[in-house]
């Protein structure tokens, strides 16, 4: 039934939890893995900025996201493969986070969202929002929250 999980992750100790879970659960599901990292894009330069120094800044921004995805999928991969586990790795560089994994999981007909929650509390979450939360309010593949 589930053959194919998405799992988004962002290098911190909460996607630790759902790398060892999502894999956890392959294994039991016999499915494989799409890591997912979404990257923020840069934001848009302050009034002065000179076009040069703002490419310069992008280019650094660009490279700097590229690396961080790469060592976290590399690092998801690496955990997935020693389990056994069929993996891919993706990126995307977005400030719509909640939308590209929506939609990643829908281009890529993936049966279920593994996601892990902060957990932050009522007030946290009307202050930072909660992509958990937006990604359970626009999919239509099941979700599986971990706390």
Known sequence: MYK???VPVDGSEFSERAMRAGIDLA????????GFVAEPDMPLPNVGTQPAAYARQRDAHEQRTDTH???VLARFGAMASEAGIGFTGRHARTDRIDAAIVELASEL???MIVMVTHGRGAFAELLLGSHTKNVLAKSKIPLLVLH
């Not at 294994?27 to 799409?34: C, E, N, S, T």
């Open 109 to 111: 007909e993936c049966d």
């Open 69 to 71: 995805a790469h060592d």
């Open 4 to 6: 194919n999980l998405l």
């Open 27 to 34: 294994r039991q599901l016999g499915a494989a893995i799409v």
